[in-house]
């Protein structure tokens, strides 16, 4: 049976660079330049997006409607206008939880196996908490 | 005056990667392309806070590599949404519209990307690699023993003999105490025997005669002008010093090891430090850079063209 498109699932698995990019933006909206430099920090500098790949993805994104431009803008006077700002939509945000819970099983399945210990777990450098 | 010199790169930069973004279809080129020179403006600006020398090459090793990848996956994926991959293939090799512009669709990307990888790979290496700079003084060689060299030739090999004997040599590096210089540049602050030194210095050291003449050419090799030229003007005058003791009727060895076969030297030329480093050869390698990656960048585009024409033919026979 095949799956509606509105089923998260049947988006799954997510490349590497378009699951950044929704987790880039699940925090709130940002321009091409703060989703890059989010991603480099929350991976500790192992994933540099270039114009071409984050561009690429984004259109992918747009197309598949998991993320939108955002209308709003912030003051002009902190930031530049030919910058586009892009946030996740509503589907984008049930794919972008439905993956990490995904991985999330992945890893509870690797700890039953004690292929990895809680330590295993502590955050990248630069991601945050 | 110098902020504009230092913007430079950065302009030059950012209107090559414009230019290259054509490399893209050109509906993906007019949705994003102003964002991605945006984009590429800012990695610009983090690349040179974070390294003003090397930032910006290590910016354009990746962005070259993106450019080349992506490019290639937006215009399949421009093919794709028109007709089916393998018809639009097809259609690329009918010439049935304008033949040359397509085939130039194909040939120019793939040309340009692998042009411009290998040329600002050979440049970026060029830059990298440590400079070595030579400095040579010219020893002419006066009167000679007709008994011990029988032509003028073999008078210069003795002559260059005797300039890399140990005798001289030693009293080279005694007088601008090499041991300690050499123990501090190579082998952390250790202070290197006589004999070691000797063996560094052998290698940054060239002689040669000098065609037509009676002259010797004492060049030294480093990566310190400063020092290269030092270190040949003191065995220029080491070796004179050692022939005029020589020609005194007192001389006791060890100036008397230098085989008589030339005498009174007098340096004609001293040793200056030079600006420009004879290695690498910066403007040879950037010429070859060029050279060869116009062959390879042509090899591929022909690929290119060789691959698609062959998914065609494919495609055209029955089933």
Same mark, same amino acid.
């Given at each position: 049976?095949?799956?509606?498109?509105?089923?998260?699932?049947?988006?799954?698995?997510?490349?590497?660079?378009?699951?950044?990019?929704? %987790?880039? %933006?699940?925090?709130? *909206?940002?321009?091409?330049?703060?989703?890059?430099?989010?991603?480099?920090?929350?991976?500790?500098?192992? $994933?540099?997006?270039?114009?071409?790949?984050?561009?690429?993805?984004?259109?992918?994104?747009?197309?598949?409607?998991?993320?939108? *431009?955002?209308?709003?803008?912030?003051?002009?006077?902190?930031?530049?206008?030919?910058?586009?700002?892009?946030?996740?939509?509503?589907?984008?945000?049930?794919?972008?939880?439905? *993956?990490?819970?995904?991985?999330?099983? $992945?890893?509870? %399945?690797?700890?039953?196996?004690?292929?990895?210990?809680?330590?295993?777990?502590?955050?990248?450098?630069?991601?945050?908490? | 005056?110098?902020?504009?010199?230092?913007?430079?790169?950065?302009?030059?930069?950012?209107? =090559?990667?414009?230019?290259?973004?054509?490399?893209?279809?050109?509906?993906?080129?007019?949705?994003?392309?102003?964002?991605?020179?945006?984009?590429?403006?800012?990695?610009?600006?983090?690349?040179? =806070?974070?390294?003003? &020398?090397?930032?910006?090459?290590?910016?354009?090793?990746?962005?070259?590599?993106?450019?080349a990848s992506t490019s290639v996956a937006e215009r399949l994926?421009?093919?794709? /949404?028109?007709?089916?991959?393998?018809?639009?293939?097809?259609?690329?090799?009918?010439?049935?519209?304008?033949?040359?512009?397509?085939?130039?669709?194909?040939?120019?990307?793939?040309?340009?990307?692998?042009?411009?990888?290998?040329? @600002?790979?050979?440049?970026?290496?060029?830059?990298?690699?440590?400079?070595?700079?030579?400095? &040579?003084?010219?020893?002419? @060689?006066?009167?000679?023993?007709?008994? &011990?060299?029988?032509?003028?030739?073999?008078?210069?090999?003795?002559?260059?003999? #005797?300039?890399?004997?140990?005798?001289?040599?030693?009293?080279?590096?005694?007088?601008?105490?090499?041991?300690?210089?050499?123990?501090?540049?190579?082998? #952390?602050?250790?202070?290197?025997?006589?004999?070691?030194?000797?063996?560094?210095?052998?290698?940054?050291?060239?002689?040669?005669?000098?065609?037509? &003449?009676?002259?010797?050419? @004492?060049? =030294?090799?480093?990566?310190?002008?400063?020092?290269?030229?030092?270190?040949?003007?003191?065995?220029?005058?080491?070796?004179?010093?050692?022939?005029? /003791?020589?020609?005194?009727?007192?001389?006791?060895?060890?100036? #008397?090891?230098?085989?008589?076969?030339?005498?009174?030297?007098?340096?004609i030329d001293t040793a200056v430090p030079e600006r420009v480093?004879?290695?690498? #050869?910066?403007?040879?390698?950037i010429l070859l850079g060029a050279i060869v990656g116009a062959?390879?960048?042509?090899?591929?585009?022909?690929?290119?063209?060789?691959?698609?024409?062959?998914?065609?033919?494919?495609?055209?026979?029955?089933?």
């Open positions: 049976m095949v799956k509606p498109q509105t089923d998260p699932a049947c988006r799954l698995p997510l490349t590497p660079a378009v699951f950044h990019v929704l %987790l880039a %933006l699940a925090d709130g *909206e940002r321009h091409g330049y703060a989703i890059m430099q989010e991603v480099a920090a929350s991976t500790g500098g192992q $994933i540099k997006l270039g114009p071409g790949t984050l561009y690429g993805t984004v259109k992918r994104l747009l197309e598949a409607q998991l993320i939108e *431009e955002s209308d709003e803008r912030p003051d002009p006077q902190q930031d530049d206008e030919r910058r586009r700002y892009y946030r996740l939509t509503a589907v984008g945000e049930q794919v972008v939880r439905a *993956e990490a819970r995904r991985y999330a099983e $992945i890893v509870a %399945l690797a700890r039953a196996k004690k292929l990895i210990g809680r330590t295993a777990l502590v955050p990248l450098p630069g991601g945050g908490a | 005056m110098n902020a504009p010199r230092s913007n430079h790169p950065f302009r030059f930069s950012l209107g =090559l990667y414009r230019r290259l973004l054509w490399l893209y279809p050109a509906q993906h080129r007019a949705k994003y392309g102003a964002a991605m020179v945006q984009l590429f403006r800012d990695q610009c600006r983090d690349a040179r =806070l974070k390294s003003p &020398t090397w930032g910006l090459a290590a910016l354009w090793l990746r962005t070259l590599s993106d450019l994926a421009a093919l794709k /949404e028109r007709k089916t991959m393998t018809d639009k293939l097809g259609s690329l090799f009918a010439f049935r519209t304008t033949p040359l512009t397509t085939r130039l669709m194909v040939f120019i990307p793939v040309f340009v990307v692998v042009f411009l990888s290998v040329f @600002i790979g050979s440049v970026a290496i060029t830059f990298i690699l440590p400079e070595t700079y030579a400095s &040579t003084a010219r020893v002419k @060689i006066e009167a000679f023993e007709a008994n &011990t060299a029988p032509d003028a030739l073999s008078h210069q090999v003795a002559a260059m003999k #005797n300039i890399s004997s140990a005798a001289v040599l030693e009293r080279a590096i005694a007088q601008l105490k090499l041991n300690e210089e050499f123990g501090k540049k190579y082998y #952390n602050g250790e202070i290197l025997k006589t004999s070691e030194t000797m063996e560094l210095l052998k290698h940054q050291l060239r002689l040669a005669p000098v065609q037509n &003449t009676s002259l010797i050419a @004492i060049t =030294l090799y480093s990566d310190d002008p400063e020092e290269a030229a030092r270190i040949a003007n003191a065995v220029a005058e080491a070796y004179r010093d050692i022939r005029q /003791e020589a020609r005194s009727p007192s001389a006791t060895s060890p100036v #008397n090891a230098l085989a008589i076969s030339d005498s009174s030297p007098i340096i480093p004879v290695r690498p #050869n910066k403007p040879l390698n062959i390879l960048a042509s090899a591929a585009g022909a690929s290119a063209l060789a691959l698609l024409l062959l998914v065609r033919r494919r495609k055209s026979q029955p089933s």
